[in-house]
């Protein structure tokens, strides 16, 4: 049977010409990354942002502009250096997610004059190339998976923590409680603070962050000074008694060290030597 175009209204017309394009003709979002190919792939730096002396954010452009990153929340991804000859690889976690940002991922990355594939990182020109692979780790976030999270990060231990923040700020479904307690030792070292402002601010009744410092500049200084102890734990973050808790961990290895035998102190069960995704305590 023939359909008379004329007899159609216009507003169902134009929806149906939409669905067509949208589904048949439009773009299509392609994850780039796959578990299932252990091999690397090369990426060009696209732009640097400097955040501090040692510190910027790095802006790696995808094959497409619809392309995906294609890593779940909680996750990271390997890079590879070539070092006098040797190639060394190091982990690191995204701070951008799939579902804000096309086209590029960004990595936050410290870089020190002794490193190896951070020192590299460091001299990337804009159309230098890394290479990655992945995604990897055994901690998938997904939405209300957990009732309260505490997390306790120390310097650029805080990328894998704000990307779950972040998936659950811009989550409307997602009632997750975080209280974070971001150890560094100066101010200036207090990476993405805005940014995580940004986020409590979007969430004030589930988000709550306490900064530390090991050397404040100013007697002003409103956060807490010192190590992050096991009193700073029990007053800041959630008990081992709260229903469904887990406790996040990441930063620099003497730090997980402490603050990993703080929490069997304080009753959380011992964590593993290799964290997985049903531990009570998790670390990065």
Not at 98 to 112: A, H, P, R
Not at 165 to 178: F, Q, R, Y
Request: charged share 25%; with cysteine.
């Amino acid at each position: 049977m023939a359909i008379d175009a004329q007899k159609i209204p216009l507003t169902i017309l134009i929806l149906v010409i939409f669905f067509f394009w949208k589904f048949f003709a439009g773009p299509k979002t392609k994850a780039v990354l796959d578990p299932k190919r252990d091999e690397f792939q090369s990426f060009p730096l696209v732009e640097k942002t400097i955040l501090t002396h040692n510190t910027s954010l790095y802006k790696f452009g995808l094959p497409h502009a619809d392309d995906v990153l294609g890593l779940p929340i909680g996750q990271h991804i390997v890079i590879k250096a070539n070092i006098n000859g040797k190639d060394i690889t190091r982990s690191y976690t995204p701070t951008s997610l799939d579902e804000d940002t096309k086209g590029s991922f960004e990595l936050l990355v410290k870089s020190y004059p002794t490193g190896n594939v951070s020192k590299m990182i460091g001299e990337l020109r804009i159309g230098d190339s890394i290479q990655i692979k992945g995604p990897r780790g055994k901690y998938r976030y997904e939405r209300n998976c957990r009732s309260h999270l505490g997390m306790i990060a120390g310097g650029t231990g805080i990328t894998p923590m704000y990307q779950i923040m972040k998936a659950i700020a811009m989550d409307p479904h997602d009632v997750t409680k975080v209280s974070m307690v971001f150890g560094n030792v100066h101010e200036e070292d207090i990476l993405l603070k805005k940014e995580l402002e940004a986020l409590v601010a979007m969430k004030p009744s589930q988000f709550k962050i306490v900064y530390y410092l090991d050397s404040p500049d100013r007697q002003d200084w409103a956060g807490g000074v010192g190590f992050i102890t096991k009193d700073v734990i029990e007053e800041h973050l959630p008990a081992a008694t709260v229903d469904n808790v887990q406790i996040l961990i990441c930063g620099p290895p003497a730090m997980v060290a402490s603050v990993r035998r703080s929490t069997v102190d304080l009753g959380f069960r011992r964590s593993k030597p290799l964290s997985k995704m049903e531990d009570q305590v998790f670390v990065f």
